[in-house]
């Protein structure tokens, strides 16, 4: 389909490994964010890309969080050194900033991770 | 990080009957929005409100932007089985009367119906 999508589905690691999440969003969508969801929780803001502007990094919780967004499309998330509290959903959205004042943020399905 | 204080947590109700969530935020914002989420899948917007005062209806959903730009509702009229799921409130503060930009969440609000 060509909605956002995320891989893998489900990631289970060891506590104090590195793992990377991946997000491809909707063709020609310009923004792009990353939120977690914990169990139980609403989604929390981690960080967001909107073309070629410096990335808002103000959600994310740690040095051991990062991500990068590889020409203009695909993101990657990145956890260091992981610990069971990073155990969440991590939902990616994407949106068109067109030249209207309006953006509808789509969301993918998620990643699943668990840190044992 | 911030979130909005969303109320109730969750809610059993019969099919047929009408269903009321608000959320409620100590600061303002520009655009209120209204998800649901089904399981395994990412949130999926309802509705989106960018005028304090706005009520918006999409079919069996009715949705309103508090005046005060602090407050928003959901009512869901006449339930039906597929509501079932988790509902969110979101509110974006944008800048410059835009509405782009991060997402703050509600806790959610579990919602299940019996047939």
């Known amino acids: 389909g060509a909605g956002v999508s995320q891989s893998p589905s489900n990631k289970v690691t060891e506590k104090g490994k590195d793992v990377e999440l991946r997000c491809d969003p909707i063709s020609g969508h310009t923004a792009l964010y990353w939120y977690r969801q914990s169990l139980g929780q609403g989604l929390e803001f981690l960080i967001y890309?909107?073309?070629?502007?410096?990335?808002?990094k103000s959600g994310l919780p740690s040095d051991r969080f990062s991500a990068e967004r590889t020409g203009g499309s695909v993101s990657t998330l990145t956890i260091q050194r992981t610990q069971q509290e990073d155990s969440a959903v991590y939902l990616c959205?994407?949106?068109?900033?067109?030249?209207?004042?309006?953006?509808?943020?789509?969301f993918g399905p998620g990643t699943r991770l668990l840190v044992l | 990080g911030q979130q909005l204080n969303q109320s109730p947590q969750s809610m059993f109700i019969q099919e047929g009957e009408d269903v009321s969530m608000n959320c409620t935020s100590s600061?303002?914002?520009?655009?209120w929005l209204w998800y649901k989420q089904d399981p395994g899948e990412g949130p999926v917007l309802l509705i989106a409100?960018?005028?304090?005062?706005e009520l918006t209806s999409n079919g069996r959903l009715t949705a309103q932007f508090g005046i005060t730009r602090k407050d928003s509702f959901l009512n869901i009229s006449a339930s039906i089985p597929s509501d079932v799921g988790i509902y969110f409130c979101a509110g974006q503060k944008g800048a410059g009367g835009t509405s782009y930009g991060k997402l703050t969440f509600g806790q959610g609000t579990i919602l299940t119906v019996h047939p």
């Open positions: 959205a994407s949106s068109l900033r067109s030249a209207g004042l309006k953006e509808t943020q789509y």
């Open positions: 409100l960018y005028k304090a005062g």
């Open positions: 600061s303002i914002f520009n655009t």
């Open positions: 890309f909107q073309g070629n502007s410096a990335p808002d």
